[in-house]
């Protein structure tokens, strides 16, 4: 079951914008906007192939006394129920829809594909939590050791930039000298940077299929400005 929000219903769920969330097995994440919005403009323009006299004890014939799928809308005060069920004689791969309060129709097999989308397909497939210009801190720990960035006291014409946190010990070539507080070089940043900007899920996994697959070689730890917001953390690794 997915549950998608927005406006007033994410609102009363204590969020602050109206983009849309879903919600899975409790755990709530962000919509992926494109694959909401194309089931909202199938649901919007929905037509039928035909009208069908039904009776109580057609429902089960119909298979909507166990559907394949389905649907209730909120808007506000107004309501709508739609009911999946089982395949209908014509056309090729057509199947029999009830609307709630309107009866029962039959759909082609088309719109039916349209609509039973996976929940899955609804959450965004970016998992990246913040912008760069929202951090104040990136930390890398793992392989490779310890690269713990900070965020320059100084400007520039791209604002200010990340150094070598003065902190964090960081192992180097001793030719190379101390790097500790020194500015990151800019062009191998932009490049993480434009990496975790592009970075998707290709799939969604179990918890348990999550477990079994990590080996976490790298961690990336996000610390954002607002000391209120949680740290962002993505562990890499596994096969």
């Known amino acids: 079951t997915a549950i998608l929000q927005r406006g007033a219903s994410a609102i009363d769920a204590g969020e602050s914008d109206d983009r849309w969330k879903v919600t899975i097995d409790g755990k709530t994440f962000p919509g992926n906007e494109q694959a909401i919005d194309q089931t909202m403009g199938q649901l919007e323009f929905a037509t039928f192939e035909r009208r069908v006299i039904a009776e109580d004890d057609d429902r089960a014939t119909f298979g909507l006394d166990a559907p394949r799928v389905v649907i209730e809308v909120s808007m506000g005060r107004l309501g709508q129920k739609l009911t999946l069920g089982g395949p209908a004689p014509t056309p090729p791969g057509a199947v029999y829809a009830e609307v709630s309060g309107r009866g029962v129709f039959v759909i082609t097999k088309e719109l039916y594909a349209a609509l039973d989308v996976s929940p899955d ?101 996000f610390v954002p400005k607002d000391a209120s917001l949680p740290k962002g953390v993505i562990e890499l690794g596994g096969a």
């Open 121 to 221: 397909a609804f959450r965004s497939r970016r998992f990246v939590p913040y912008l760069s210009v929202d951090l104040d801190a990136i930390q890398l720990d793992g392989d490779g050791g310890a690269r713990h960035l900070v965020r320059a006291p100084w400007g520039g014409p791209g604002g200010s930039g990340f150094r070598i946190d003065p902190k964090t010990p960081f192992e180097t070539a001793p030719e190379l000298g101390p790097v500790a507080g020194t500015r990151v070089n800019d062009a191998s940043l932009d490049l993480m940077l434009a990496s975790l900007g592009s970075m998707e899920a290709e799939a969604f996994l179990s918890d348990e299929e999550a477990d079994r697959a990590a080996t976490k070689s790298l961690t990336l730890t």
